[in-house]
Nanobody, 121 residues
Framework: VQLQAYGGGLVQAGGSLRLSCAAS????????MGWFRQAPGKEREFVAA????????DYADSVKGRFTISRDNVKNTVYLQMNSLKPEDTAVYYC???????????????WGQGTQVTVSS
């Protein structure tokens, strides 16, 4: 099982990026998926999650109204559209998938390798 995150990069404050995470090795269409991030010197934190049929989403307060999580179960891919980016959004972003069909997930069992997002002021 592999989660491949990509789409990170360097962007100016106020700009946008779209992260993608493609899963392989098994299908996650029936399970929640999410995004987390870890800034230098800080612990990993939750960013957003989406239920298996996209009927429910959850966001960290710090990104509400700016980030949108979505998924394409045919492509086995989850996305994170990030708008109005701020320097404090700078971090390595990780995608994750749960192995238990529960909303809200208690834990995530599969993790991607991370993609760097850097927002300059």
């Amino acid at each position: 099982v592999q989660l491949q995150a990509y789409g990170g990069g360097l962007v100016q404050a106020g700009g946008s990026l779209r992260l993608s995470c493609a899963a392989s090795g098994r299908t996650f269409s029936g399970y929640p998926m999410g995004w987390f991030r870890q800034a230098p010197g800080k612990e990993r934190e939750f960013v957003a999650a989406i239920s298996w049929k996209s009927g429910s989403t959850d966001y960290a307060d710090s990104v509400k109204g700016r980030f949108t999580i979505s998924r394409d179960n045919v492509k086995n891919t989850v996305y994170l559209q990030m708008n109005s980016l701020k320097p404090e959004d700078t971090a390595v972003y990780y995608c994750a998938a749960a192995a238990v069909r529960r909303w809200v997930p208690l834990e995530y069992d599969y993790w991607g390798q991370g993609t760097q997002v850097t927002v300059s002021s």
